[in-house]
């Protein structure tokens, strides 16, 4: 009997997913618009003027909740290894308190690194500075290979600090402004925060479900309650002794972080299952697993097209048709691979369904201000397509075809800077970048520039994955 041991291919494609429509939707040329439904809901097309009151989402919207619900997951996998590995509890939560650290520095650093943030048109000086702050943060965060004496680490991950120093201190914003605390990545600030709550959320609450959804319940109630004029929820919920550094406005992303974290429970439970015949017995047909991957896929299709065009009610109803669908079909499972789509897919249409209710508060789902529809419905579709990922990869045996996706879910802190420190700096300065800016003569040919832009960071960051070089985070 084989005891083989799964690995995470699906939720690490997952991730590597959200960061690579994150890049495309970054790259998606302006000036001649696409249909709105290509853009963030509240920044539509033709003059992309932030409208809060503007609902809906659209794919582009889905890809920092996805990328959330897939950092949450993973809290299990390095968390638990540290706990079987004895570790006191006192190292453990200071080695998170020390992620969130590193990552508020990586924030800082990266945002004002960015030749096009820091010089409105970036000469080759400008671009080079991109290069070089690229290596310094490689040097700073790579993870080294053990053949590499511990000395010669210190030394250089030392230089590369050296090294960061004086890039920041050289630098002048348009503005005559140079270093400031308060000039970070916003979705990497976000990260720091949600990642320090939700890692230790998890390790007191790991045996104790309930007082986790406890937990979610309370952050719910004072989310609901925080913009009560003179209330304590309101003081609090704006109490920020350091708020170039921590919100609690932040925190409030832990509602997908939060469901993202019992998926993850349960996704390392299946990986630590060893796999025999007598295990491994298929209850679903192949037919029966395509038919789910395609449920899943319409779930997602069928939700944001239909909260997009505003048939709310239209929408619902035919999700409801399409869970239907999906129970049937789980209602054969046998097998732990079938048990956990089966248990996964349970979660997501509650989520999916408790975003609904909200839906029609606070105006209908919104990204930006951020609605309580919003968490839920994303966290659902977040679950529907990590199932979708996990059939493609774990059951169809097809990972050779999305091993790009999955190189860029294991090194997603490269792939996430890699276009703005060290793809777009090469295409300048190797004057690619010209080549390129001629197919923005009309919208799609500029969609498929971000194509083209965003393959170029894939590739980048599949190379260093494939080289056994990661960014620790």
Same mark, same amino acid.
Request: aromatic share 16%.
């Given at each position: 009997m084989s005891t083989t041991i799964r690995r995470a291919d699906a939720l690490d494609a997952l991730r590597g997913?959200?960061?690579?429509?994150?890049?495309?939707?970054?790259?998606?040329h302006f000036p001649n618009p696409l249909p709105a439904w290509m853009y963030h809901a509240q920044v539509p097309p033709p003059d992309?003027?932030?409208?809060?009151? &503007?609902?809906?989402?659209t794919w582009v919207d889905l890809v920092f909740p996805f990328f959330l619900f897939a950092m949450g997951a993973a809290f299990p996998f390095g968390l638990s290894k540290k706990i079987e590995s004895g570790m006191q509890q006192w190292k453990i939560n200071l080695q998170i308190v020390q992620r969130g650290l590193l990552l508020v520095v990586f924030a800082i650093f990266v945002q004002h690194t960015k030749p096009f943030a820091f010089s409105a048109d970036p000469t080759p000086v400008d671009w080079i500075i991109?290069?070089?702050?690229?290596?310094?943060?490689? @040097?700073? @965060?790579?993870?080294?290979?053990?053949?590499?004496?511990?000395?010669?680490?210190?030394?250089?991950?030392?230089?590369?600090?050296?090294?960061? *120093? *004086?890039?920041?201190?050289?630098?002048?914003?348009? !503005?005559?402004s140079g270093f400031s605390l308060t000039r970070s990545d916003i979705i990497i600030i976000v990260l720091a925060n949600v990642a320090v709550a939700g890692s230790l959320i998890w390790i007191y609450t790991r045996n104790n479900m309930l007082l986790r959804?406890?937990?979610?319940?309370? &952050?719910?109630?004072?989310?609901?309650?925080?913009?009560?004029?003179?209330?304590w929820n309101q003081w609090l919920w704006n109490l920020s002794p350091v708020p170039w550094m921590y919100k609690l406005y932040y925190l409030q992303y832990l509602f997908i972080v939060i469901p993202g974290t019992i998926a993850g429970d349960l996704i390392?439970?299946?990986?630590?299952?060893?796999?025999?015949?007598?295990?491994?017995?298929?209850?679903?047909?192949?037919?029966?697993? &395509?038919?789910l991957f395609l449920i899943m896929s319409a779930l997602l299709v069928v939700t944001v097209a239909g909260?997009?065009?505003?048939?709310?009610?239209?929408?619902?109803?035919? !999700?409801?048709?399409?869970?239907?669908?999906? %129970? *049937?079909?789980?209602?054969?499972?046998?097998?732990?691979?079938?048990?956990?789509? #089966?248990?996964?897919?349970?979660?997501?249409? %509650?989520?999916?369904?408790?975003?609904? %209710?909200?839906?029609?508060?606070?105006?209908?789902? #919104? #990204? !930006?201000?951020?609605?309580?529809?919003?968490?839920?419905?994303?966290?659902?579709?977040?679950?529907?397509?990590?199932?979708?990922?996990?059939?493609?990869?774990?059951?169809?045996? #097809?990972?050779?075809?999305?091993? &790009?996706?999955?190189?860029?879910?294991?090194?997603p802190m490269i792939a996430y800077v890699a276009g703005n420190i060290l793809v777009l700096p090469i295409l300048s300065l190797?004057?690619?970048?010209?080549?390129?800016?001629?197919?923005?003569?009309?919208?799609?040919?500029?969609?498929?520039?971000?194509?083209?832009?965003?393959?170029?960071?894939?590739?980048?960051?599949?190379?260093?994955?494939?080289?056994?070089?990661?960014?620790?985070?």
């Amino acid at each position: 009997m084989s005891t083989t041991i799964r690995r995470a291919d699906a939720l690490d494609a997952l991730r590597g997913l959200a960061i690579l429509l994150m890049v495309l939707s970054g790259s998606i040329h302006f000036p001649n618009p696409l249909p709105a439904w290509m853009y963030h809901a509240q920044v539509p097309p033709p003059d992309f003027k932030f409208n809060p009151d &503007l609902p809906g989402i659209t794919w582009v919207d889905l890809v920092f909740p996805f990328f959330l619900f897939a950092m949450g997951a993973a809290f299990p996998f390095g968390l638990s290894k540290k706990i079987e590995s004895g570790m006191q509890q006192w190292k453990i939560n200071l080695q998170i308190v020390q992620r969130g650290l590193l990552l508020v520095v990586f924030a800082i650093f990266v945002q004002h690194t960015k030749p096009f943030a820091f010089s409105a048109d970036p000469t080759p000086v400008d671009w080079i500075i991109g290069l070089i702050s690229f290596f310094v943060l490689f @040097l700073f @965060l790579v993870r080294f290979p053990e053949s590499i004496k511990i000395v010669y680490q210190y030394v250089m991950k030392s230089a590369a600090a050296i090294g960061a *120093v *004086v890039i920041l201190s050289m630098i002048t914003f348009p !503005d005559g402004s140079g270093f400031s605390l308060t000039r970070s990545d916003i979705i990497i600030i976000v990260l720091a925060n949600v990642a320090v709550a939700g890692s230790l959320i998890w390790i007191y609450t790991r045996n104790n479900m309930l007082l986790r959804l406890g937990i979610l319940g309370i &952050l719910i109630a004072l989310r609901l309650t925080q913009n009560i004029e003179g209330s304590w929820n309101q003081w609090l919920w704006n109490l920020s002794p350091v708020p170039w550094m921590y919100k609690l406005y932040y925190l409030q992303y832990l509602f997908i972080v939060i469901p993202g974290t019992i998926a993850g429970d349960l996704i390392y439970g299946w990986i630590n299952t060893p796999q025999g015949e007598s295990v491994e017995t298929e209850g679903v047909s192949r037919s029966g697993m &395509l038919a789910l991957f395609l449920i899943m896929s319409a779930l997602l299709v069928v939700t944001v097209a239909g909260l997009f065009s505003r048939n709310v009610i239209a929408t619902i109803g035919t !999700d409801i048709l399409i869970f239907v669908a999906g %129970f *049937v079909i789980l209602q054969k499972a046998l097998n732990s691979t079938e048990r956990l789509y #089966k248990t996964i897919f349970n979660w997501g249409s %509650f989520w999916l369904m408790l975003g609904f %209710f909200f839906e029609a508060y606070e105006g209908g789902i #919104k #990204k !930006d201000h951020p609605t309580m529809s919003y968490y839920f419905v994303t966290t659902g579709l977040a679950m529907y397509t990590y199932i979708a990922f996990s059939i493609f990869a774990d059951r169809f045996k #097809k990972s050779r075809y999305i091993a &790009l996706l999955i190189d860029n879910g294991k090194n997603p802190m490269i792939a996430y800077v890699a276009g703005n420190i060290l793809v777009l700096p090469i295409l300048s300065l190797t004057s690619l970048s010209t080549v390129l800016h001629y197919l923005t003569v009309s919208p799609w040919l500029g969609f498929v520039k971000g194509l083209i832009f965003t393959l170029l960071v894939a590739l980048s960051t599949s190379f260093f994955t494939k080289k056994g070089l990661f960014w620790r985070t």
